[in-house]
């Protein structure tokens, strides 16, 4: 059995209006972009994968797709939701929005703890790219699995590491136990995007 899309947090979630439009029009538009390459799409028991998210103000805050979302074509604002807060050592996080939080809402907030010039995260699956940097880039323990306290503290470790490292790689993390699990990360939301289409083009394209 595929352990998937399961919240697996405390989610205190207050219902409301969706975030304004203007804050969300550029996650929607990406959104769609990993929709069309198969990065966001659903499972074939009809399970949504995928998500994406971008900081908000202030800092702590951020806007994501919502839990279910990723067997959707299309996204409408109601597919949005806003985390106001979170605790890891608590497992919990509240949201506000007319949907609840992603089930990887803990996982996008660690990235966001990790470091102030992180601005977006994407979460997709591609079999192709967990395959081949497995192990070879930041990879969580196997022993971890998504949406808990144990893989954000793993993602904090990892995207503070790799900050350190004086020879910068990809801005990825492979998910070791959620397979085609990868998560990118960067300043803004076409630059996480970019990262993940380049590399998977690179896939297609033999070393010289």
């Not at 219902?15 to 499972?43: C, F, M, T």
């Not at 907030?109 to 601005?119: D, K, L, M, Q």
């Amino acid at each position: 059995m595929i352990d998937e899309g399961y919240i697996k947090f405390n989610a205190h979630w207050h219902e409301g209006p969706p975030p304004s439009w203007h804050k969300i029009r550029a996650l929607n538009e990406y959104r769609q972009v990993l929709y069309d390459h198969g990065l966001i799409g659903a499972l074939p028991d009809g399970i949504g994968f995928g998500n994406i998210s971008v900081r908000d103000e202030p800092s702590a805050r951020f806007l994501i797709t919502g839990s279910t979302t990723g067997n959707h074509p299309e996204l409408s604002p109601n597919h949005f939701t806003a985390v106001t807060s979170y605790d890891f050592e608590a497992n919990s996080l509240t949201c506000k929005g007319p949907i609840t939080a992603s089930s990887e809402s803990l996982t996008h907030a660690a990235f966001y703890e990790a470091s102030r010039s992180i601005g977006a995260v994407i979460h997709v699956h591609h079999a192709g790219l967990w395959n081949s940097w497995l192990d070879r880039l930041p990879t969580t323990s196997i022993h971890v699995t998504y949406g808990t306290p144990e893989m954000a503290y793993e993602v904090i470790r990892l995207v503070r590491e790799a900050q350190r490292s004086t020879r910068p790689g990809k801005p990825l993390v492979i998910m070791g136990g959620h397979e085609d699990g990868v998560l990118a990360y960067g300043p803004t939301l076409g630059q996480a995007t970019a990262t993940l289409l380049t590399c998977c083009d690179q896939l297609f394209r033999p070393e010289r």
